[in-house]
């Protein structure tokens, strides 16, 4: 029995295979759009979307158009081919803007490339890009049943964004005074962050930076600086603590506050 179901399952295969290649060669666009469907449906996505490239165009101002270009985008959407996806999304929509398909290409656009988001360490412009496309989704489709996953996706996508701001912050801060005043930068990345990012989860990991920065600022500066600089300790301080008064850090801001609050004359 098992050599038996091996043998109708290469039977199987090789029947799939040369009708794909029949359709291939075929120069009935019917005929192609029906084994792309049929292909997509039994999840063999590269050959419905070969199929589909061919043909999009051939399709192009007739009543078949629409299905065809968007069961493209869902064939490389369903091959996590999300850059291409993606472009083939945007066309429909572009070109469809009250289609049957409108409101999903919109979304799998953004999700799509929320999926193919790189690394916090990598070049973010994916990321913004994904933000951006949910963001229009949500703009366009208020109602959509598919609100909440854009939404979770795009303070998802913001908290990578803020995580890599966060990082350089903190290159800033651990670089300190080397070949310029770097505790400064930190706080002005780290400050950009917080008020792009307001709702990150990082927040608070930025202010007590921005904290820790500004303190070794007035503690290395020569001393005419020093008075006004720690007062902008302690201004940092109040506000830190208003915001995370049970925060895990507060007792090294604490620290800080004490310091700075030393070196203050009245």
Do not use: W
């Amino acid at each position: 029995m098992k050599r038996y179901f091996l043998i109708l399952l290469a039977a199987a295969s090789l029947t799939s295979c040369g009708e794909y290649q029949k359709a291939q060669k075929s120069t009935d666009y019917d005929y192609k759009l029906d084994f792309a469907k049929r292909a997509f449906e039994n999840k063999k996505y590269v050959q419905a979307s070969t199929i589909l490239t061919d043909i999009v165009t051939v399709f192009k101002g007739s009543d078949k158009a629409e299905d065809a270009l968007y069961l493209l985008a869902l064939s490389h959407y369903e091959n996590k081919d999300y850059i291409n996806s993606g472009a083939y999304f945007k066309t429909y929509y572009d070109r469809y803007p009250k289609g049957r398909y409108t409101e999903l290409a919109r979304f799998y656009c953004g999700y799509g490339y929320y999926l193919d988001s790189p690394d916090v360490q990598l070049d973010q412009s994916g990321t913004i890009k994904a933000i951006e496309e949910l963001q229009s989704f949500l703009e366009y489709f208020p109602q959509s049943d598919k609100v909440s996953i854009a939404q979770n996706a795009i303070f998802e996508l913001q908290d990578k964004l803020t995580l890599k701001q966060l990082q350089n912050a903190q290159l800033y801060y651990n670089l300190g005074n080397y070949m310029g005043n770097n505790y400064e930068s930190c706080v002005i990345v780290a400050k950009n962050a917080i008020k792009d990012y307001p709702y990150s989860r990082y927040k608070e990991d930025l202010e007590l930076l921005v904290l820790k920065a500004r303190y070794q600022e007035a503690s290395q500066s020569v001393e005419e600086k020093k008075q006004d600089r720690y007062r902008v300790v302690i201004d940092e301080y109040y506000s830190f603590i208003n915001n995370y008064p049970d925060s895990p850090n507060r007792k090294e801001a604490d620290n800080i506050f004490k310091i700075a609050s030393s070196h203050i004359r009245e």
